[in-house]
């Protein structure tokens, strides 16, 4: 059965940095491309970034690029978030999701980030 | 504003049927065979019900079933139950960035 364990979240001031991680079981991590996505309280679905198996690849919404970094490390079936400059708009639940036929097959629980003063 | 447009809420009785559309644009929907579809129910996590515009993936119910026409994608529930009531979104690829869109999603009711 496939497992995604999101943790990191938490409260940080505007400007501040917080690191998301992911555990991934179940599945081989190490084949399959890894995306993040984020729900702000009471809205809609919003596609964060992806990365590719080997790393080659990675990809970011608008809202995002150049604040946040998307990594992961095979051998320990981890995806990373790195977010940087932190806005109040980016306050919402951050969820790990494995990517397959184009669509996201499995997701974790979600973490909550929250970006206040 | 979500690049896809849903209708902000649909309803139903149990027992029949209901389609909740997606709208897009040559360049996300209608120029890719890429559209999924996710139910929420509250407090949970997204989960995939169609991928590919009409692939049913292993473990949902046949009651779901995907299409597309032009520039719209449409989600069909037959056979409604209570268990269906929850949020429904969809995506698609896009061809420029964000190339992943969804759209803002829809409220399914079983009356």
């Known amino acids: 059965e496939v497992h995604l364990v999101e943790s990191g979240g938490g409260l940080v001031q505007p400007g501040g940095s917080l690191r998301l991680s992911c555990g991934a079981s179940?599945?081989?991590?190490?084949?399959?491309?890894m995306s993040w996505v984020r729900q702000a309280p009471g809205k809609g679905l919003e596609w964060v970034a992806n990365?590719?198996?080997?790393?080659?690849?990675?990809h970011y919404g608008d809202s995002v690029k150049g604040r946040f970094t998307v990594s992961r490390d095979n051998a320990k079936n981890s995806l990373y978030l790195q977010m940087n400059s932190l806005r109040a708009e980016d306050t919402a639940v951050y969820y790990c999701?494995?990517?397959?036929?184009?669509?996201?097959?499995?997701w974790g629980q979600g973490t909550l980030v929250t970006v206040s003063s | 504003q979500s690049a896809l447009t849903q209708p902000a809420s649909v309803s139903g009785s149990p027992g029949r049927s209901v389609t909740i559309s997606c709208a897009g644009t040559?360049?996300?929907?209608?120029?890719?065979?890429?559209v999924s579809w996710y139910q929420q129910h509250p407090g949970k996590a997204p989960k995939l019900m169609i991928s590919?515009?009409?692939h049913r993936p292993s473990g949902v119910s046949n009651r779901f079933s995907g299409s597309k026409s032009g520039n719209t994608a449409s989600l069909t529930i037959s056979g409604l139950q209570a268990e269906d009531e929850a949020d429904y979104y969809c995506?698609?690829?896009?061809?420029?960035?964000?190339?992943?869109?969804f759209g803002g999603g829809t409220k399914l009711t079983v009356l």
């Open positions: 590919n515009v009409s």
């Open positions: 040559s360049s996300d929907v209608g120029g890719y065979n890429y």
């Open positions: 990365i590719k198996p080997d790393e080659s690849e990675k």
């Open positions: 999701a494995r990517s397959w036929n184009s669509s996201w097959c499995d």
């Open positions: 995506s698609s690829y896009a061809r420029s960035t964000p190339h992943w869109v």
């Open positions: 179940g599945f081989t991590f190490s084949t399959h491309w």
